[in-house]
């Protein structure tokens, strides 16, 4: 199943899945609020609902699911990962992820490493077909109000990736303001990074965990309930922090917030 710009089904559209999302989780999440709960005619769920097929699929076949990041330097390894991606996500439709950071890796750094190759083509193709999942709602379905609900305050975290690789600054915004119940807030330097950045946290782990401390600290200061991003890997890490110091704040990717309330 897949969505058209004129809001009605049409073949060819398919969404990657990260390294960073829970299949356990978002099968239950999706199951449970958008299969029961699906309004026929709502593009918006429609493509939600595209999500949950997508998910079932790659539940039984988890070898769909290659990193395709060139964080840690693996270039063997990247090599196959990238010509499998382009393999699996070859033709003319879109290709929607639920993360900032493989989109953009992707539609920015592909190309450069298929230069001169006979793929340059085919991987400038598919950067130009492939979607940040709240970007294709608003950019390409034209969709802002898909009847979520979710009663709260929340304050939004820009992605890196969302922010300086794709530019996606208002759209979530814009996603999250129709969300009934849901009070959204600004928190201090909302555009600096996390202290994720991949193997960063893992190399320079004291610098990586006193960014994401600050960034809790002026998520918590906005008295917030929620701090939502397009990106499973900033949350991940944040989240880690907040367990860890018991903080009273959940992370939520921008998927859960529109999936809630059905």
Known sequence: SSIGTSGTLAPGTRVFLTCFISLAHMLALYGEKIVINLKPGNAGLLFLYSILLALLLLARLPHYLPCIHNNGGAAEHLQRQKNKFLAD???????????????????????????????????????????????????????????????????????????????????????????????????NDVETCCGFGGTFAVKFETISAAMGDQKLVNATNTGANYIISTDMSCLMHLDGIIKQKGLAIQTMHIADVLASGW
């Open 89 to 187: 996500f070859s033709g003319t439709g879109y290709i929607v992820s639920p993360s900032a950071s493989c989109t953009g890796f992707v539609k920015n750094y592909y190309p450069r490493l298929f230069d001169n190759s006979s793929l340059h083509n085919e991987v400038k193709d598919t950067g130009k077909r492939m979607f940040e999942f709240s970007a294709f709602l608003t950019e390409i379905l034209k969709v802002e109000n898909v009847g979520a609900e979710l009663h709260g305050k929340a304050t939004y975290h820009d992605s890196c990736a969302a922010l300086r690789e794709l530019h996606i600054k208002s759209g979530p915004r814009r996603l999250l303001s129709y969300v009934r119940g849901l009070e959204l807030v600004e928190m």
